[in-house]
């Protein structure tokens, strides 16, 4: 595949644009691959991609019901950070991190990666005594955060409110490091490197059963038939209950909408990431000038990826009070996607009880930001047998009572 440069651009332009390729081949299925992704989301497409750079394996198809990063991959707002309070998910998250930093380069594809910073805003004396902590917790994991106070705050978001009507901001978590990402371009990168390497990429493509000789995964029967394969990876966020299900098991999580929405574009007035979980919001400003903007998760179980109006309600209210200047703007657009909630609110990454079979999910509100650790993480236990990076995350956890409790710096959807 030709390489993306200056050079190529120049040399497109003057011939009107007639030489680029497909981003990637759109190939019929074969009747079998050593390695079935399902879900062409960011963290199925990353786990194929390091499965076939880390360890060579590209006899692997990607499997994706709708379209590439339709899902979850593109219903986000794009937030990348790791100040995460326990080690296991500080060290995933921190991987992830890392890897956005050099990603373009690494897929010859432009992610549009902005570490612009993040703060997350303690307004409550409890929220400064649990962002202290977790800022003493990554100081002894090696994630570069700091707690900064109100003073710090305003220098960083000129058009915050320090003083408002409920909760004062009382100072913040800050994280400089983290930032931003273009997540439709992360999903094309990751595809265009998979087609590359040889992986089909099937989209349109729905897996409507997944076959076993006797506990172990042989295939899956699919919208353009029978598909065998010798692993078989599960990367589907919302709707892992279902595919659980045909495999003859349950998981422990729940699917509920997480909604966003952006305004119109105004002039730069924001160049950081801004968590406020005591209102629960949090907002950026996007490349093209709209503010985009977010809140918590709806509070019953559904699978619906539109927008509602109390949604706009309570998330606008909420952040009104911290930045009085957005009470002036119009609304754009609204979407919602399907995230998968498990019960300490930290993901799963874990062999199952089918022999062969592995599943990736459970990462609710927090999945953009963790696509390339997650992906590097699952390829390294899908080729391997284990990783580091999962041994916490198995769903033996549950049973076990070892759980990852981070219902506090997944932020405001919890």
Same mark, same amino acid.
């Given at each position: 595949?030709?390489?993306?440069?200056?050079?190529?651009?120049?040399?497109?332009?003057?011939?009107?644009?007639?030489?680029?390729?497909?981003?990637?081949?759109?190939?019929?299925?074969?009747?079998?691959?050593?390695?079935?992704?399902?879900?062409?989301?960011?963290?199925?497409?990353?786990?194929?991609?390091?499965?076939?750079?880390?360890?060579?394996?590209?006899?692997?198809?990607?499997?994706?019901?709708?379209?590439?990063?339709?899902?979850?991959?593109?219903?986000?707002?794009?937030?990348?950070?790791?100040?995460?309070?326990?080690?296991?998910?500080?060290?995933?998250?921190?991987?992830?991190?890392?890897?956005?930093?050099?990603?373009?380069?690494?897929?010859?594809?432009?992610?549009?990666?902005?570490?612009?910073?993040?703060?997350?805003?303690?307004?409550?004396?409890?929220?400064?005594? %649990?962002?202290?902590?977790?800022?003493?917790?990554? =100081? *002894? /994991?090696?994630?570069?955060? @700091?707690? !900064?106070? &109100?003073?710090?705050?305003?220098?960083?978001?000129?058009?915050?409110?320090?003083?408002?009507?409920?909760?004062?901001?009382?100072?913040?978590?800050?994280?400089?490091?983290?930032?931003?990402?273009?997540?439709?371009?992360?999903?094309?990168?990751?595809?265009?490197?998979?087609?590359?390497?040889?992986?089909?990429?099937?989209?349109?493509?729905?897996?409507?059963?997944?076959?076993?000789?006797?506990?172990?995964?042989?295939?899956?029967?699919?919208?353009?038939?029978?598909?065998?394969?010798?692993?078989?990876?599960?990367?589907?966020?919302?709707?892992?209950?279902?595919?659980?299900?045909?495999? %003859?098991?349950?998981?422990?999580?729940?699917?509920? =909408? *997480? /909604?966003?929405?952006?305004? @119109?574009? !105004?002039? &730069?007035?924001?160049?950081?990431?801004?968590?406020?979980?005591?209102?629960?919001?949090?907002?950026?400003?996007?490349?093209?000038?709209?503010?985009?903007?977010?809140?918590?998760?709806?509070?019953?179980?559904?699978?619906?990826?539109?927008?509602?109006?109390?949604?706009?309600?309570?998330?606008?209210?909420?952040?009104?009070?911290?930045?009085?200047?957005?009470?002036?703007?119009?609304?754009?657009?609204?979407?919602?996607?399907?995230?998968?909630?498990?019960?300490?609110?930290?993901?799963?990454?874990?062999?199952?009880?089918?022999?062969?079979?592995?599943?990736?999910?459970?990462?609710?509100? %927090?999945?953009?930001?963790?696509?390339?650790?997650?992906?590097?993480?699952?390829?390294?236990?899908?080729?391997?047998?284990?990783?580091?990076?999962?041994?916490?995350?198995?769903?033996?956890?549950?049973?076990?009572?070892?759980?990852?409790?981070?219902?506090?710096?997944?932020?405001?959807?919890?």
């Amino acid at each position: 595949m030709k390489r993306y440069s200056a050079f190529a651009i120049a040399r497109e332009a003057a011939r009107y644009h007639t030489g680029w390729e497909r981003a990637w081949r759109a190939p019929e299925p074969k009747k079998k691959y050593d390695v079935i992704i399902v879900g062409a989301g960011g963290h199925g497409l990353a786990t194929a991609y390091y499965l076939g750079k880390n360890f060579g394996l590209t006899n692997v198809a990607i499997l994706e019901k709708g379209w590439l990063g339709g899902g979850n991959t593109g219903r986000n707002t794009t937030i990348i950070r790791s100040n995460y309070l326990q080690d296991p998910s500080a060290a995933i998250y921190e991987k992830a991190r890392s890897l956005y930093e050099t990603m373009s380069q690494d897929l010859n594809y432009n992610v549009m990666f902005s570490p612009r910073g993040v703060i997350m805003l303690a307004q409550t004396h409890h929220e400064v005594r %649990g962002y202290q902590r977790t800022g003493h917790a990554n =100081a *002894l /994991q090696g994630v570069k955060t @700091e707690f !900064i106070g &109100p003073e710090k705050v305003k220098e960083l978001v000129p058009i915050i409110h320090l003083d408002g009507p409920r909760y004062p901001v009382m100072g913040g978590l800050w994280q400089a490091r983290g930032g931003t990402a273009r997540h439709d371009a992360v999903a094309w990168g990751y595809a265009r490197a998979c087609s590359d390497m040889g992986m089909d990429v099937i989209q349109k493509c729905e897996v409507t059963g997944i076959r076993r000789d006797g506990n172990k995964v042989v295939g899956v029967d699919t919208s353009k038939g029978a598909i065998d394969c010798d692993k078989l990876g599960v990367v589907v966020a919302g709707h892992s209950g279902h595919l659980a299900d045909m495999a %003859g098991f349950r998981l422990p999580i729940e699917s509920v =909408a *997480l /909604q966003a929405l952006v305004s @119109e574009p !105004i002039k &730069p007035c924001m160049d950081v990431v801004v968590m406020a979980n005591t209102v629960h919001g949090y907002m950026s400003q996007s490349d093209k000038g709209e503010m985009v903007i977010g809140g918590g998760t709806d509070g019953y179980n559904n699978f619906t990826q539109r927008g509602s109006f109390h949604h706009i309600e309570e998330t606008v209210r909420a952040l009104v009070e911290t930045f009085p200047m957005i009470s002036r703007l119009k609304m754009l657009r609204q979407w919602g996607g399907i995230v998968d909630v498990t019960g300490d609110r930290s993901p799963i990454l874990s062999k199952t009880p089918v022999d062969g079979m592995f599943i990736n999910c459970g990462w609710g509100t %927090g999945g953009f930001k963790a696509i390339p650790g997650s992906g590097w993480a699952m390829a390294e236990l899908m080729a391997k047998g284990r990783s580091p990076l999962t041994d916490e995350f198995g769903l033996d956890r549950f049973r076990e009572g070892r759980f990852i409790d981070e219902s506090v710096a997944a932020g405001v959807a919890h």
